[in-house]
């Protein structure tokens, strides 16, 4: 963390002595920040309650040392290798997609644009399920690869199919704060980029990347954590991981399980702090479009582009819908199963998510400015205890939110109320809106706020006339992430939801964990509808008015 | 981007996607409010309401919870989860002094022996005990078993010849059967079929066996439906699993190849694992809950679990459904179910040492 700390301090005094000449005038004395300041300390103080509450349990349990070491090694290998494959991929994957879906002339690029984000839906246990069940004798893969002679193998685990598997559900995690950035990018660079002769690959290497850099970073970032915290899909597809530690002795050797999870911790640490150190200052380039992006013709291209768009979204969302198609076919064609008791608890999923989405999102802003616009190692305290909450098992911050209001006298009426599994889901996932409002943060140039405040003193105007549409596409990715992960979240739906509150992910959970696959079926393809219909009404549609 | 026409022409539309987004957020919270006061005005009941914790899935237990509901006019509020989240769940909000639950329904007795362990759990009157055979119940009467299911090898009869499946689970170390078996070390019913082993053969012939299936290759899965399904698809010959998952998959798709062999009555490899309700100590009304766990062991509640979930009935008098081949109990579970609780922690442990992933 150190290292943080240094290249934030070697990035401040050049900034200090710009926006100090005019913030003198007005924003007046510079203390006048510290309410900002304990704001965002006071909100990452509560994002790093289940990290505190790991530690402290880990200690108290007395865990032993030597125990912990003999299980851990092996699966904590594993657990690296995963998440630096997967994380690598899903920068390569989610960036050409956000790029050929907003700079080229692909056909459909709207579509592309939604259906990309798709893979993000499903509980990755049942989208692996169900890819497993595509490739098995009878599965649609199974029989295509047979038409063209191909045996598919026997058996689709391991590393390599945790890999694919995972990257393909993950991608999306970078595409959407990559195509946020996207909108408003500077593109007068990429015009100079041209006049100097550039070719449209070299101008997006060369120009259009560097720009892109901390919206690929923040989102690869949530891919690692979202490796390393990863449960259900890596046990389908029998790869052992650190998570598999925690969960297999969480009964019955408690101080091991939570030994397990304090390792997962330091390592999510470790990689944060790497992210830090590798955004350099590009935060001090991000000035802010003044025309339109000119749109790349694909010409020849076109062909292999829209394959591997294809490619992507089969392994993604075409092969596990259908899967989970033939599943639901299955019951409905005998009327096992019907919508009409998806319905509340369909519901119950939209309402839910979407009102944690708003709420991490505002929650999340206020570091996030701290962290953009006035680095500080506090606000990066901050900013990193927001982070960590995603890298942290569900089950673990569940337990961690019932032991705090469990046990603080005022607090405890709050137990398993809606509020709570809000402010839990808001933990969790602030960090997918950490990314997005930051990118949002930088879309606001320091010029644009300075010159913005001699042309309109009211701060509430200003922020709806000025602020608000440079923001906006960075905050729906932002929300949308947040939403999109709400909407398919488990564990801490399972344990901190009031009693009887039942969502499509727990629907989809208890049907599959009893074989009951058409029920599954039918429920993932409703949850997949909502997120379709979300994403695109509150998100993309939003996000598309500004871009074009 | 920013021009001042698209500006003009974006605050306009925006104008009216504003009143949408703020019009959706408004039925969203208003939808929250209503599904929360939903779920507690329906929660009262006539005669009073039990709180259940239950780790047993919602299809196989609510229409026999709904049931109880209209005999009695006593309302049934579930939360349902993994047995052992729950379990730990509960076993917080004891030491918070603030349990929810009045019932703990367990998928296993692994988790139910937990909060027994730790003292959760308040004894059961002597006539609801008596309900069951006392091999199904705990030696200190502090819970009871109310469905079971059977160890059995689940195979693909296209793969496998049901000739050569052998009549003991200590033969499926055997050579012939390298990489040909499914198991799932960490899964509660595997940990629960390996500490019976333990109280009945010893912790040597239980290591040996482990050390033996370790090095035969065996193929590990997350569960018993994963490994049914894998059998099903021909990805693995054969899995160590409970009974009645094969009669689950095969109700969802008839033309599936899997099928269940039980191994000798007295073979270790055929444990009967049951499921266990408890009240905990804590619970306000222990007279409400012991209604709800007489139910489920009632000639109704046990005729459901036999004809509904393909599951063996305890009650002393009912019998299982015409599709399960029928099982002696004296022969197949004469052992302390207590012991499994507090044995769990050794049995993950000598799972993990033979090398598989437990």
């Given at each position: ?70 299980e851990v090694?092996g699966p904590?290998?594993r657990t ?45 246990f ?31 685990r ?72 990863e449960f259900g899909a890596v046990q389908l597809l029998g790869y052992d991981t650190l998570t598999r530690v925690i969960y297999s002795t969480r009964q019955t050797n408690r101080?091991l399980s939570?030994?397990a ?132 098992p569900?089950i ?117 964990e ?35 | ?54 780790g ?26 993994d047995s052992a989240d729950?379990?730990l ?18 998928q296993s007795?692994g988790s139910?022996?937990f ?66 078996v499914g198991v799932a070390p960490g899964n509660g019913s595997f940990q629960d079929f390996v500490t ?14 482990l050390?033996?299936l370790a090095?035969?290759?065996p193929i590990t899965y997350s569960n018993n439906s994963a490994i049914?399904?894998a ?8 899995g160590l699993v409970n ?30 694992i ?70 769990l922690e050794q049995t993950r442990q000598m799972i993990a040492d033979a090398g598989l992933q437990g």
């Amino acid at each position: 963390m150190g290292g943080v700390a240094a290249s934030d301090t070697s990035a401040t005094p050049g900034r200090h002595d710009r926006v100090g000449s005019v913030a003198g005038v007005v924003r007046g004395p510079r203390s006048a920040w510290a309410p900002g300041r304990l704001l965002g300390l006071a909100i990452g103080a509560v994002f790093a309650m289940p990290v505190a509450f790991v530690v402290w349990r880990t200690l108290r349990l007395g865990a032993s040392l030597p125990d912990a070491l003999a299980e851990v090694p092996g699966p904590l290998w594993r657990t690296i290798q995963l998440a630096v494959l997967v994380s690598a991929t899903a920068a390569i994957v989610g960036t050409g997609v956000a790029w050929l879906t907003t700079r080229t002339d692909l056909p459909f690029r709207r579509t592309w644009r939604i259906a990309l984000v798709l893979p993000l839906a499903l509980p990755s246990f049942v989208g692996a399920a169900a890819f497993i069940a595509g490739l098995a004798p009878g599965g649609f893969i199974h029989d295509a690869l047979d038409l063209v002679g191909i045996t598919p193998p026997r058996r689709f685990r391991g590393l390599g199919a945790s890999w694919l598997v995972m990257s393909a559900f993950t991608y999306p995690y970078v595409m959407l704060p990559v195509v946020a950035r996207m909108a408003n990018l500077r593109t007068s660079l990429e015009e100079s980029g041209r006049l100097l002769g550039f070719s449209a690959t070299q101008t997006f290497v060369r120009v259009t990347l560097p720009q892109l850099r901390p919206a690929i970073l923040g989102g690869t970032l949530l891919v690692f954590l979202y490796s390393v915290s990863e449960f259900g899909a890596v046990q389908l597809l029998g790869y052992d991981t650190l998570t598999r530690v925690i969960y297999s002795t969480r009964q019955t050797n408690r101080a091991l399980s939570f030994a397990a999870a304090t390792v997962v911790l330091v390592l999510a640490l470790g990689v944060v702090a790497l992210e830090r150190s590798q955004r350099g200052r590009s935060g001090a380039d991000d000035r802010t479009a003044t025309g339109s992006p000119r749109t790349i013709r694909l010409g020849w291209r076109v062909v292999p582009a829209v394959a591997a768009c294809l490619a992507v979204l089969s392994v993604g969302l075409l092969v596990p819908l259908l899967s989970l198609g033939t599943w639901a076919q299955r019951g409905l064609a005998d009327g096992r199963i019907g919508f009409s008791e998806l319905v509340d608890p369909a519901i119950s999923t939209a309402t839910i998510a979407v009102i944690a989405a708003v709420i991490a999102v505002l929650v999340v802003l206020p570091v996030a400015a701290g962290s953009i616009r006035r680095p500080h190692p506090t606000s990066q305290i901050a900013s990193v205890s927001v982070v960590v909450g995603f890298a942290i098992p569900g089950i673990v911050i569940a337990l961690s939110l019932a032991v705090l209001t469990l046990n603080t006298p005022l607090l405890n009426r709050f137990y398993q109320s809606a509020g709570l599994l809000v402010l839990a889901y808001v933990i969790h996932f602030g960090s997918q809106a950490l990314a997005g409002t930051e990118t949002a943060v930088r879309a606001v140039p320091d010029h644009v706020r300075e010159s913005g405040k001699l042309l309109e003193p009211n701060a509430l105007r200003r922020a709806w006339s000025i602020d608000w549409p440079l923001m906006r596409p960075g905050l729906l990715a932002a929300g949308g992430l947040v939403m999109l992960s709400t909407l398919k979240e488990l564990p801490i739906t399972l344990l901190l939801s009031p009693i009887g509150f039942s969502t499509l992910a727990t629907e989809i959970w208890s049907s599959y964990e009893e074989g009951f696959y058409a029920a599954t079926g039918l429920a993932s393809l409703v949850l997949i509808a909502i997120s379709a219909t979300l994403t695109w009404v509150l998100v993309l549609r939003r996000s598309e008015a500004v871009s074009s | 981007m920013m021009t001042a026409t698209t500006a003009t022409s974006t605050s306009a539309a925006g104008a009216s996607r504003r009143r949408l987004s703020i019009s959706v957020l408004a039925l969203a919270t208003f939808a929250l409010a209503a599904a929360a006061c939903g779920s507690d005005s329906g929660g009262a009941g006539e005669n009073g309401t039990v709180t259940i914790y239950s780790g047993r899935a919602e299809r196989l237990i609510q229409p026999i919870l709904d049931d109880f509901s209209d005999t009695t006019d006593i309302a049934v509020d579930v939360k349902y989860g993994d047995s052992a989240d729950l379990a730990l769940l509960i076993e917080e909000e004891a030491v918070a002094g603030n349990v929810q639950a009045d019932v703990f329904l367990s998928q296993s007795p692994g988790s139910i022996g937990f909060l027994d362990d730790a003292g959760r759990l308040g004894e059961l009157p002597t006539a609801t005990l008596d309900l069951v055979p006392p091999t199904v119940r705990d030696a200190e009467g502090n819970w009871v078993g109310f469905s079971g299911r059977q160890r059995v090898l689940v195979y693909n009869a296209d793969l496998v010849d049901e000739a050569e499946l052998p009549s003991s689970v200590f033969d499926m170390t055997a050579p012939e059967w390298a990489g040909r078996v499914g198991v799932a070390p960490g899964n509660g019913s595997f940990q629960d079929f390996v500490t019976a082993m333990r109280v009945t053969e010893g912790d040597d012939v239980t290591m040996q066996w482990l050390d033996d299936l370790a090095a035969n290759d065996p193929i590990t899965y997350s569960n018993n439906s994963a490994i049914v399904a894998a059998v099903g698809r021909g990805e693995v010959d054969t899995g160590l699993v409970n009974h009645y998952y094969n009669y689950r998959a095969l109700d969802e798709d008839p033309g599936l190849p899997s099928r269940n062999h039980q191994f000798a009555p007295d073979d270790p490899g055929s444990l009967l694992i049951v499921t266990g309700a408890g009240i905990l100590a804590d619970s306000d009304d222990p007279a409400l809950a012991t209604e709800l766990i007489d139910y489920l062991l009632s000639p109704s509640g046990q005729e459901y679990f036999a004809d509904e979930t393909f599951e063996y009935p305890l009650a002393i008098g009912v019998e299982p459904s015409g599709d399960v081949p029928p099982i002696e109990f004296s022969d197949v579970s004469n052992f302390d179910y207590g012991q499994l609780g507090g044995g769990l922690e050794q049995t993950r442990q000598m799972i993990a040492d033979a090398g598989l992933q437990g």
